[in-house]
């Protein structure tokens, strides 16, 4: 099944909502980065939030990153979604293992650590992109992003994120929901939410059990005039290029080139977000040279 991202609002407009099954996004991660169970979680649920934060951007053009850098063994996080549903990603340590946390979980927290930032760019096409930052709350990705909205954005939201590890390493399900009551939002509204949330199973459980992300809306929202609006396909697909890594070999500059050619004979770039690996023969890279010096 093809992973999505929904979008929806209830009670008259009054809350705005997003979930999103993203199973196939995180088992390419998975796959082509060769994560251990707590890199998938925390991977996962990286990835899971930037799809639904894209789904709130517009024009073709626009990306959203993730950075989470917090003091844990797994290092940084980082992950890019753009608007026309691409979505790419990567851990510092992807072969990270840990015990299971004391309530029998993948130790996402502890992977990430607690003492951290949780940094979101969005690049709109403008001369600037925005840059939002904030301390991390858990390491657990859904609490620290709901601080991020509240810190950065001043929109009380509900995150929820999570994935399932089958003991083969293979990703048994993904997906996520956020919630968010606009100012005029009644409080009765709000304490409905609140009830349905309590009762409402992990979403990693209910996307395994085959819930789609509508009928995860349903469940929260349903008594509250929902309207699901048009949704996004996503997947994980990498943009790099043999040309952009050549720009990458030219922005080292002439000396730095000259002596790779002298002590390596040749150069080779792998791609941290897809592993995709360029050799760059000695050859090419004398070429690059000549490139550079032409006159504009």
Not at 23 to 30: G, R
Not at 82 to 98: A, C, E, H, R
Not at 258 to 263: A, F, S, V
């Amino acid at each position: 099944m093809k992973d999505y991202i929904v979008r929806a609002t209830a009670a008259n407009g009054s809350i705005r909502a997003f979930a999103a099954r993203t199973t196939a996004s995180v088992s390419e991660a998975a796959r082509i980065h060769n994560l251990y169970p707590v890199a998938s979680a925390a991977l996962g649920r990286v990835i899971t939030a930037a799809a639904m934060m894209s789904a709130d951007m517009k024009g073709g053009r626009s990306t959203v990153s993730l950075v989470v850098k917090g003091d844990g063994p797994l290092g940084s996080i980082v992950t890019v979604a753009s608007s026309n549903g691409f979505l790419k990603g990567y851990v510092d340590n992807p072969q990270l293992d840990l015990p299971l946390n004391p309530h029998g979980k993948l130790d996402v927290g502890g992977a990430v650590g607690r003492n951290g930032k949780l940094t979101i760019i969005k690049d709109l096409g403008l001369k600037e992109p925005y840059v939002g930052q904030v301390e991390l709350v858990s390491g657990e990705i859904g609490e620290d992003l709901a601080r991020y909205y509240w810190t950065s954005e001043q929109q009380p939201s509900v995150v929820a994120l999570g994935t399932l590890v089958n003991h083969d390493l293979t990703i048994k399900a993904a997906g996520g929901y956020i919630i968010q009551p606009m100012p005029d939002a009644d409080e009765g509204v709000i304490a409905r939410i609140e009830k349905s949330l309590q009762m409402l199973p992990p979403i990693s459980a209910l996307i395994d059990e085959g819930k789609t992300p509508e009928e995860v809306l349903e469940t929260i929202l349903g008594d509250l005039e929902l309207k699901i609006h048009p949704g996004l396909e996503v997947e994980f697909a990498c943009d790099c290029s043999r040309e952009r890594l050549e720009g990458i070999v030219l922005s080292l500059g002439e000396a730095e080139i000259r002596d790779i050619l002298e002590k390596e004979g040749k150069a080779e770039l792998v791609c941290r977000y897809c592993s995709s690996k360029y050799l760059f023969s000695a050859a090419e890279l004398e070429a690059l040279l000549k490139q550079s010096r032409r006159p504009d």
